[in-house]
């Protein structure tokens, strides 16, 4: 089912409001959720918005959060989510940083007691419109086993670097930590096929292509697959970004985080406040001066793409650049929808009195 972009923003933002936000987070909310389906990264985008509506149903999301400042120093802070939507939290942390980098150069935000941000992209790009670098990262439901081990400790911890260019799109490296996110496994069980070896072990330990095999009891594994294709490095990555989110921030970590996914239950022992976020910008003209480095930056991108393949059919593929083909032909023709995801927003519909989709 094809959607405008125009409509489906209309209602997502009419869920959260039902929900309780006000109108300025509905609309934020519901921007980061589009954004995410029109950069064609539809596992993070209204697909999850039955999710947030679980969540608050059962008290976890305070649609009315009172987000603040709990530690600060010229360049640095900690935010307090008020375990407010990690949509809305996500991007006040960022203007802070974005804020003390037009003062000082660089600002670096730390975030505890939030929850899902959506994608990392949407965070690290508000620093890039300010002609900035912009980092993201969140840590996530315990869903990844550490390499040599088959027990869930680790989220798929997304990280995002954001980095402008003049003539060309920004180049934005937005990869999660596992070697595939939670929700390709969730594509996979709607399209009724199986998943590539490599991104999910099952209970015992053993590689399977079976996508309800996490719900199983199994695991995803961390990016690389195994030691011997570099899972160990994937395993460094993610632990990266639980630290940085989370033991930084006072938010929880390894399998304390509260998860997301419906299949789990939040640990009855929390070592910290909901989930937790690291963002970060960084002043380009702090090294060099920004209409220098554009020219470089577009320089690097029309290297890269003039890179000889291997077969003529193929190219390389510049971090950021299938999410913003995605976004010009999505614009244009609407955003499609499968139908598992079409009957989850009608069944919202239902539950808040609202036109169906």
């Known amino acids: 089912m094809l959607v405008s972009e125009s409509g489906l923003r209309k209602f997502t933002q009419t869920v959260f409001s039902a929900m309780g936000c006000s109108n300025e987070h509905a609309a934020l909310a519901a921007d980061v959720l589009l954004q995410a389906d029109l950069r064609g990264i539809d596992s993070h985008g209204v697909a999850r918005l039955i999710g947030y509506v679980r969540l608050w149903e059962n008290k976890r999301i305070n649609t009315r959060p009172n987000i603040s400042i709990v530690h600060e120093t010229a360049t640095t802070a900690t935010v307090d989510g008020d375990a407010g939507l990690g949509l809305v939290v996500a991007p006040f942390a960022m203007r802070l940083a974005i804020q003390k980098a037009e003062t000082y150069g660089s600002g670096w935000v730390s975030v505890r007691n939030s929850n899902h941000f959506g994608i990392a992209g949407y ?39 954001a980095f402008p260019a003049g003539k060309y799109p920004p180049v934005v490296v937005d990869m999660a930590t596992s070697a595939a996110a939670n929700g390709k496994l969730e594509i996979a069980q709607r399209a009724g096929k199986p998943v590539p070896e490599g991104w999910i072990q099952d209970a015992a330990g053993n590689y399977t292509t079976d996508p309800y095999a996490l719900k199983a009891g199994g695991s995803l594994l961390p990016l690389g697959s195994d030691k011997e294709h570099g899972s160990h490095k994937g395993f460094g990555l993610s632990a990266t970004v639980d630290i940085l989110s989370a033991v930084l921030s006072g938010a929880n970590y390894g399998p304390w985080v509260p998860p997301f996914v419906a299949f789990l239950n939040p640990p009855a022992d929390p070592v910290g406040l909901g989930i937790g976020h690291f963002v970060g910008a960084m002043r380009i003209d702090g090294f060099r001066p920004i209409e220098e480095f554009k020219l470089h930056m577009d320089n690097w991108v029309a290297r890269f793409k003039s890179a000889s393949t291997i077969h003529p059919e193929q190219k390389v593929v510049i971090p950021g650049e299938p999410e913003f083909e995605a976004e010009a032909d999505r614009k244009a023709n609407g955003i499609p929808l499968v139908d598992a995801v079409v009957n989850d927003l009608n ?10 989709l």
């Open 347 to 356: 069944g919202l519909s239902e539950k808040f009195g609202l036109s169906r």
């Open 123 to 161: 965070h690290a790009l508000m620093a890039v419109e300010k002609d900035m670098v912009g980092f993201a990262m969140t840590n996530a439901s315990p869903l990844v086993a550490p390499t040599n081990s088959n027990e869930r400790l680790l989220g798929t911890n997304p990280m995002c670097y």
